[in-house]
C-alpha cells in the first residue's frame, strides 16, 4: 500500500512518524504546493494533508481510496467529489482541547498581566535603578469576579469555561449555531454578551453565520479595557473594523488566528502590529507535543480502521 504525507512540516519534525510503516511505502514531503499535488498523490492509496488542498480534479486523476486529514476542519477536501468516486475522508477531533484552552488563558494572562513588559523592566536595567523594591506602572486586574464570555461552547469553549470558573470568573456564553442549551453557564445573545463581558473569547467553526461576526456594527459594544480573544478561525473578526476600533478605543486583543495564514503583507494588521494592545501568535493554539502526538496517533487509528 502506498501512503503519502503531503505536509509534515505542519505537524512539526519533532513527531516521529515511524508507525506508519506498518501500513506500506510511505513517501513524506515536508511541504507540498498546489502544481505539486496531483503528481505526489496520482499512485497513491492513502493521502495524508494537513492543509494541503484535495480538489475535484486530483480526485478524479488519481486512485486514491482514503484521505487523513491531519486536523479537525475538512474544508481542503472536496467532499462532495470524493463521495461520488468512493473516497473515504477521516479527519481527526478533539485532540487539541485542553493545547486550546491552555494558548487561550496564556494571551489572556498576558495581556491582563503585562508580564513581558515587566519582564523587559528588568532585562533592561531599570529595576536596579529603582528607589523602591517594586514597580507598577502598568497596573493589572484580577481575573477574579470578572465576566468571561465565550462565544462557541463545543468541547473547547466548555474547557475555557472550566478554567475560567477556577479563576472566579463570571461565565457565560452565546451559541453561533443556536443548538447549544448548556445548562451549566448562562446564554446570552451576542450583543449582550459583548456588552456585559470583561474578556471575550471565540472558540466557534467558521462558517456562514460566523464569517464577519464581530465588525464594526458591534465592536463598539465592547467595554473600555476589556480583552478580545480570537481562538476559532480568522475573518470571524472584521480585520480591517478590528484595526480602527483597537485604533480608536482602549481595547485588548489576542489572536492566534489571521484571516489569511500566514499574515500577509497587505494585512490590516500590519498598521498596529507593535501596539502593545495587540498580540499575534501565528496559529499555535492547537500544537502542544502531547496535541500533536494525538493528532497523529488519531490519522494511525483512522488507517487501521480503514485497513480492517
Known sequence: ?????????????????SEFNQFGNVTIYETTN???TLKRVKNADIVIT??????????????????????????????????????EVKNVSGYSTHSVAQTTFALALELIGKTNYYSNYVKEGSWEKSEIFTHIDKPFFELKDKNWGI??????????AKI??????????????????NTKYKQKSLESLLRESDIISIHCPFNDTTNNMINKTNLNLIK?????????????INE?????????????????VVETEPL?????????????NLIITPHIGWSSIEARNKLKDGIIENISKYIS
Open 240 to 256: 480591517k473594523d478590528l484595526v480602527d476600533i483597537l485604533a480608536n478605543k482602549t481595547l485588548y486583543c489576542g489572536l492566534d
Open 1 to 17: 500500500m502506498e501512503l503519502v504525507f503531503l505536509d509534515r512540516k505542519t505537524i512539526g519534525n519533532d513527531i516521529d512518524l
Open 151 to 160: 462565544i462557541g461552547l463545543g468541547n473547547i469553549g466548555e474547557q475555557v
Open 224 to 236: 473600555d479595557g476589556s480583552i478580545l480573544l480570537n481562538l476559532g478561525r480568522g475573518g470571524i
Open 50 to 87: 494537513n492543509k494541503v488542498v484535495i480538489d475535484k480534479e486530483i480526485i478524479k486523476n488519481s486512485n486514491i481510496k482514503l484521505i487523513c486529514i491531519a486536523a479537525t476542519g475538512m474544508n481542503n477536501v472536496d467532499l462532495e467529489s470524493a463521495r461520488m468516486e468512493g473516497i
Open 264 to 276: 500577509q503583507t497587505t494585512s490590516p494588521l500590519k498598521e498596529i502590529i507593535n501596539k502593545h
Open 164 to 181: 475560567a470558573n477556577s479563576f472566579g470568573c463570571n461565565v457565560s456564553y452565546h451559541s453561533t449555531s443556536g443548538k447549544n442549551n
Open 34 to 36: 498546489k502544481e505539486e
